[in-house]
Every structure is written in C-alpha cells, then in structure tokens.
C-alpha cells in the first residue's frame, strides 16, 4: 500500500522532509556548477541572508550533501562544493523546477496569488 512507504520512519519520506526546507534546494542546486564560496553563492541565490544560508550549509553538510573546504591563506578563503549524494539529488531538483516553469503560474493562479482584486478577511 502506498500509504505504508509515506510514513514517517521510512525512507521515501527522505527526500520529502530534505526538500521541506526553502533553501535546501535552492542551495544545492546553486552547487551545481561547482564550489562556491559563501559570498558567490548569497550573490547568485538572492534573497538569502548570511545567516540562513550558513546554517542551511552546515545541515547540508551534516547530511552529508555539501563538503566545506577550508584553505589556509590571508584572508582565510572557504569554500562550498557538492559531495556525490549531494550531486545525486539534482535529477530531482531539476525535475522540481522544469515543473514548476511549466505549472508555476496555474499553482499560483490557484493560491490567488497575484489576485489584485483578491480581499483579506
């Protein structure tokens, strides 16, 4: 039954509760196109602050989907890549998006979103 797979100590629920978070995704697939430092990658997203994405890159790394990578220069230089599970995750992801660009506005049209004549209560 499919019912069995969803429940809560399951795997298949894995990637569900991963991509729950706004910027988990978001942050690996900014990882795509191969190590960022942290400033880059604030730069490319948009609308994330420092602290967020540092705290968004320290799950994904305790997930084991991000490696950081800390080089001994002056000034000391940090830098963010995918790990092999992380780069697994982007089929996905990218599935997400090609979804989303072709049912974005018919989702958002069914949230109201964009309803200027729409009225709070």
């Not at 988990?24 to 604030?42: C, T």
């Not at 950081?68 to 992380?86: D, F, I, N, Q």
Request: charged share 30%; with cysteine; hydrophobic share 40%.
């Amino acid at each position: 039954m499919v019912t069995d797979r969803l429940l809560a100590d399951c795997r298949a629920r894995l990637g569900f509760d991963l991509l729950a978070h706004t910027w988990n995704g978001v942050v690996l697939y900014a990882l795509a196109g191969g190590p960022r430092r942290p400033g880059e990658l604030r730069a490319e997203i948009g609308g994330i602050s420092a602290k967020v994405l540092t705290e968004t890159l320290r799950r994904l790394e305790g997930y084991a989907l991000v490696e950081r990578r800390a080089y001994e220069e002056t000034p000391p230089r940090v830098e963010y890549a995918l790990t092999g599970l992380g780069r697994s995750l982007l089929g996905p992801i990218e599935a997400l998006g090609r979804w989303s660009a072709e049912y974005g506005e018919a989702f958002a049209a069914a949230q109201g979103w964009g309803d200027e004549e729409r009225t709070e209560d």
